[in-house]
């Protein structure tokens, strides 16, 4: 069954410092996207990064990139110069197709991230 | 802008009175869903749409209903909301193919039904 583990609960950063959020995943389907979403204490999900299975090279966008090591199973979101507005729940999540057609989407815990000026 | 558009924000309602939380996108998705996040649950797929007139149920879709009459226009009804529906409600849509699964978020729905 597909399953996605974030084993910290909670990080802490200074601001302007780099970070490491980890993701691991388990499926047996060879098709399926790797997403980070990002939830302030507004409660939107705000999408951040996305990356496919097949994809050669890790996703990046602006201060996010996501450290896909698809052997290892593990897609780590990786932020680079932190900022205050960062503070947040950050959710790592898979999607695949089932036979239905249907997307199934999965998500793990959470961490919550707080930034320290 | 690309934007998944959902209303309202907020809303209280009370047992047993129909309500209908709207949720449209403006790129040409042909893939929707609705999804509802409770602590210590993480988000759990109600319905989604593989395209215009082609719904189906998710995970938990006991108390909802969808239509997709246009593509761009996904709306949740709930017909007769009891207290347990009162949640955090994401709608969510996608191209919808294999090699493009970006899933792009509204702002999310809190629902509290008393």
């Known amino acids: 069954a597909q399953k996605i583990t974030q084993t910290q609960p909670g990080m802490f950063v200074q601001e302007k410092e780099a970070v490491t959020l980890d993701c691991t995943y388990d499926?047996?389907?060879?098709?399926?996207?790797l997403f980070w979403y990002k939830q302030p204490s507004s409660g939107e999900m705000i999408f951040l990064i996305y990356?496919?299975?097949?994809?050669?090279q890790n996703a990046t966008e602006g201060r996010y990139s996501l450290n896909f090591q698809k052997a290892r199973k593990s897609a780590n979101l990786v932020i680079s110069a932190s900022q205050l507005g960062d503070s947040a729940m950050y959710f790592c999540?898979?999607?695949?197709?089932?036979?239905?057609?249907?997307?199934?989407?999965?998500f793990g815990s959470g961490t919550r991230l707080q930034v320290q000026p | 802008e690309a934007q998944v558009t959902q209303n309202p924000r907020y809303l209280i309602t009370v047992t047993g009175k129909k309500l209908t939380v709207t949720c449209s996108q403006n790129?040409?998705?042909?893939?929707m869903s609705w999804y509802r996040q409770d602590p210590g649950l993480g988000l759990r797929q109600i319905y989604y749409?593989?395209?215009?007139?082609?719904?189906d149920k998710g995970d938990v879709p006991e108390g909802y209903k969808v239509s997709r009459k246009e593509k761009r226009n996904f709306p949740l009804i709930l017909e007769s909301p009891s207290p347990n529906q009162t949640s955090l409600y994401f709608c969510?849509?996608?191209?919808?193919?294999?090699?493009?699964?970006?899933?792009?978020f509204g702002s999310g729905t809190q629902l509290s039904v008393l």
């Open positions: 969510a849509s996608s191209l919808g193919r294999v090699e493009n699964e970006k899933l792009f």
């Open positions: 499926t047996s389907d060879p098709s399926y996207g």
């Open positions: 990356q496919g299975s097949y994809d050669q």
């Open positions: 999540a898979m999607i695949w197709a089932m036979d239905t057609g249907r997307r199934a989407l999965t």
């Open positions: 790129m040409n998705h042909e893939y």
């Open positions: 749409s593989m395209n215009v007139e082609v719904t």
